[in-house]
Structures are given as C-alpha cells and as structure tokens.
C-alpha cells in the first residue's frame, strides 16, 4: 500500500452552513449531474470595465494562494485549504443529498468531462482541469468532524461525482482513503463511490469494514470496452479491462459493485453492439447492475471536447453542434432511444436497474439502492 503524504493542518473548524433538502422522490428523471450554471452572467465577474481586474474571492483565492506540492507527468499538485468536505447538492435531478470530491480537477483528462466547469469557478482555464490539480486539505479531520453532522444522518453520501478519487494523486495524498476510514470509524452511513480505476481494490479493507454498519457501492464507469477507444477519449485512465477486474475482485470481497456507462456518445460509443459488450463483460465480471447516460456536454466542456471532435471524429462534429448549441442534453428522442436499449440489455444478461438499499448494513448477495435510474436523461 503506498504512503499518503501528511497534509499540513488546517484550524479552521467552521459548520456547514445548513440548507433545506429537497425531495428526490419527486422527479421521474435523476441524472448523476448536478443543475449547474453555464455561464457567468451575473455576479461582481460578470460586466467589468476594459482593463480592471475583478477582487478574487471566496474558492478563487485559495486557489490562488494554494502551495505546489509537487509536479509529475506534466501535471502540477496543490494544497486547497478548504473549510469543508461535504458539498451539498440541492438539485432535484441527482438522487443524493451530499457529495464528497477529494480533488479539484482530474488527471484521467477525459475529454468530455463535464465537470471542467469547476475550474472556472477557481478562475482557471477550463483546459488546466487535468494539469492542475487542487488536493483538498486536511480532508480526514473535515470527515471525522462532518460525518457526525446531525444534517447528514439519513442522507446518501456519493463520493467522486465530479473528479475521480481514485485519479493518481490519490496514490500520493491519500484523500480518499482518510475520509474512508472515517467513514469506517461510523455507523449507520449510505455511501457510493463512483471511479473508472482500479486502484479502488486497493481500499478493499476498508470498504469490507464500512459494509459491517453501513451501505456501501461501488460504481465503475466504463464508456467502452475497446482499449484504443478508451485511450483517445480517456488519455490517462486505466484501461476498461483493469476497470471489470475491479468490479470482479470487489465482488469476491463481497461488496457490492456495478457497472455505469456514463457518459454514452452519440454515434461514438452508442452502437447496439457497443452497449452490448460493455453490458456482456459487467455480467462477467460479477457486477450487479448496469446503467447508462447520454453525454451531458455544458459550454465549458464544448470548448475541449468540440475541437476534440473536429479533430478526432470530423464527420460527427456538426451534428453535435446542433444538438449541443442550446443545451447541454441530447435530444430527449435520442436519449428515451438510448434508454430502451439499455433495458433490453439489463433484462438479457439479468443486471439490476441500481443498487437497492445503501442506507443499510450490507449482507453480501443482496443489492443497495442508490436511486440511479437509466432514463431518458
């Protein structure tokens, strides 16, 4: 097991600021991504005179004034000092509550990330989210203190929506695991990881003793089961197969564990025999269930993964451009298209829809419910 690097401390010990919940229940259509902001126009960054230059604050600051920790494969490492690990999320179209990312920023450099967003919150390019990665710090403590929040109880907690907490800095800085044995230190929990590595095999112990009094999943996202695929649309992730040799040796430590096809692309990874392999290899593999979503592609994200395209997949270009100029989903024919093939092909390798009952201590056999529909969005 590798060594984690000591993170320095922080003092800071505020409360998180508590926010009413909102009923998830009420929406037929929850999708893992969060309503989000596509652009800044509002706000004291939004109309400025030629030539100021606006006050940096809140998250912006303390990116700027985050200590580089290290620099490695042309990327370089930060300190964040935040005031919180938990994130609550108040949209009705995720089926979750709380998120915990570990990092900002994210090494894999998927190209279709819609999670580059983020950056830009920071006051960066939305092109350095896989060249500048912010460590959050002190990210056990926050946990220990957090996770015994009376706001949380009750509460599903998924843990990697936005970056991958098992990305290669997490070999180095250790963030996901210490707020994993946090999470062990507690009872009663509902957790889900979501990650497209295999270095999550690595926490197995972990996991195992969180199973004990909590709900725990695993999800392992796989866009492809062809490796020279995977390698142009995921430059720096492990590759599909070290992904299903995951889900085969969690399922050997009895921990529940499933397969995301997240995002699906149109006319890229959608084909009928496509789906079909990721579907058959997840049956293989042992996982429990299987689901899908088509590309949600937000204005940051278009302009990587659009010149992405033009380069890439010339002929698909246009086409994505006239679905993607007015929003970020798909049309809703196309996704309701994807949605039935995804259910054709859970019922034929006998794959569950989600994970049924994360709020519970897990029995190895039976499935946790996260909520995660495969639906038209």
Known sequence: MA??????????????????????????????FPNVPSQRDSGPDALLPPGSVPERGGIARLASSSPLVDAKRGTEYFLLPVKSILNHCDSTRVPFSWTINPYRGCEFGCQYCYARYTHEYMELDSGDFEKKIY??????????????????????????TATDPYQPAEREFGATRAILEQMAARRGLSISITTKSDQVVRDIDLLRRIAEHSGVSVNLSITTVRTRLARILEPRAPRPDLRLRAVEELRRAGISAG????????????????????????????AQWFAASVLFLMPSSQKQFLPFLDRQFPKLARRYREWYSREAYAPEEYRREISARVAALRKKYGLGVRPVDPGRPQVVGQQLTLGLEVSAQ
């Open 3 to 32: 060594t984690a690097t000591k993170l320095p401390s922080v003092t800071e010990d505020p409360t998180l600021p508590g926010r009413p919940l909102h009923d998830r229940k009420d929406d037929p259509n929850p999708t893992l």
């Open 135 to 160: 460590v959050k710090q002190d990210a056990g403590p926050l946990a220990r203190r957090e996770l015994g929040l009376e706001k949380i109880q009750g509460e599903h907690i998924a843990i990697g």
């Open 259 to 286: 397969v995301f096809a997240m995002p699906v692309l149109p006319g890229i990874t959608d084909r009928e025999e496509d789906l079909d392999a990721i579907a058959s290899a997840a049956r293989d593999a042992g």
